[in-house]
T-cell receptor, first 114, second 112 residues
């Protein structure tokens, strides 16, 4: 399985600021995804990070709030912009496995917005 | 739209078997998954099953799939205290996105 790292692992931020989360994979992958897990909730897909083109956002998520970069096949960033306490969540990146059957998740970034 | 449901909580005694159930609605799902999330940790892929299979066994884990009823279950044999965690089932979107749609999660508490 792919080894996925995320930075930062956790952060406490003030409302109105922005935070950029990095996701690094130890091998080239085609598909990368960003999910959000709100406190005590399940996971919801924010967007698919496409290499070389704009990310594909799910309903309820917009590029202005969650801009995503995907400069190459091993790296992606998610920015949470103009944060409010409602953005307090765990943000996880995931990648599709080599044969396309599985998805592996990074350790997550725990964000608390005050 | 797609919907994945799980019971919220399951309590078992150490050494017993645990059965966690899941229902889903997307009949075009290609793969179904079970993930484990321990407190403060990310998601660990436990096992998955292709939609044309009805059973998969992997050591202490047995996955049963009833495609007609859109019902998925995970059986953990000889449950240990280290199995205490939240278990999420997920279905892979049958469309072009390959996204996963997660269930609500089942908290498994193993009593010593």
């Amino acid at each position: 399985s792919a080894v996925i790292s995320q930075k930062p692992s956790r952060d406490i931020c003030q409302r109105g600021t922005s935070l950029t989360i990095q996701c690094q994979v130890d091998s080239q992958v085609t598909m990368m995804f960003w999910y959000r897990q709100q406190p005590g909730q399940s996971l919801t897909l924010i967007a698919t990070a496409n290499q070389g083109s704009e990310a594909t956002y799910e309903s309820g998520f917009v590029i202005d709030k969650f801009p995503i970069s995907r400069p190459n096949l091993t790296f992606s960033t998610l920015t949470v912009s103009n944060m409010s306490p409602e953005d307090s969540s765990i943000y996880l990146c995931s990648v599709e496995g080599p044969v396309g059957e599985t998805q592996y998740f990074g350790p997550g970034t725990r964000l608390l917005v005050l | 739209g797609e919907d994945v449901e799980q019971s919220l909580f399951l309590s078992v005694r150490e050494g017993d078997s645990s059965v966690i159930n899941c229902t889903y609605t997307d009949s075009s799902s290609t793969y179904l998954y079970w993930y484990k999330q321990e407190p403060g940790a990310g998601l660990q892929l436990l096992t998955y099953i292709f939609s044309n299979m009805d059973m998969k066994q992997d050591q202490r884990l047995t996955v049963l799939l009833n495609k007609k009823d859109k019902h998925l279950s995970l059986r953990i044999a000889d449950t240990q205290t280290g199995d205490s965690a939240i278990y999420f089932c997920a279905e892979r979107d049958g469309g072009a996105t390959n996204k996963l749609i997660f269930g609500t999660g089942t908290l498994l508490a193993v009593q010593p």
